[in-house]
């Protein structure tokens, strides 16, 4: 069975930092893409950071770059989100992804969700 558990969220202010984390398993974890993604109250879901499975390419949403950072361990099974310059326009809910795609099948699992409050 699939978990994703997403960790680190909370309150912080303006200007501050939060580190998420998103430990996988049940999954071979250096065979999945990464993806962190938001969703605010009346929002739709977006991505905001991805990262390949072997962290040679990340992508950023134009919203969050040069404030976030995505990385990963595959020895830990973990991938990471650092969060700095927060904005209060950065409170949502976020998701951490897992995605794979082998010739025509693709697996897709998601966290449940880890609260980031910016707010002074």
């Known amino acids: 069975q699939v978990q994703l558990v997403e960790s680190g969220g909370g309150l912080v202010q303006p200007g501050g930092s939060l580190r998420l984390s998103c430990a996988a398993s049940?999954?071979?974890?250096?065979?999945?893409?990464m993806s962190w993604h938001r969703q605010a109250p009346g929002k739709e879901r977006e991505m905001v950071a991805r990262?390949?499975?072997?962290?040679?390419?990340?992508y950023y949403a134009d919203s969050v770059n040069g404030r976030f950072t995505i990385s990963r361990d595959n020895t830990k099974d973990t991938v990471y989100l650092q969060m700095n310059s927060l904005k209060p326009e950065d409170t949502a809910m976020y998701f951490c992804?897992?995605?794979?795609?082998?010739?025509?099948?693709?697996?897709?699992?998601w966290g449940q969700g880890t609260q980031v409050t910016v707010s002074s």
């Open positions: 049940g999954l071979t974890f250096n065979r999945y893409a």
């Open positions: 990262i390949t499975s072997f962290a040679t390419d990340t």
């Open positions: 992804n897992a995605e794979r795609t082998q010739q025509s099948r693709k697996w897709y699992y």
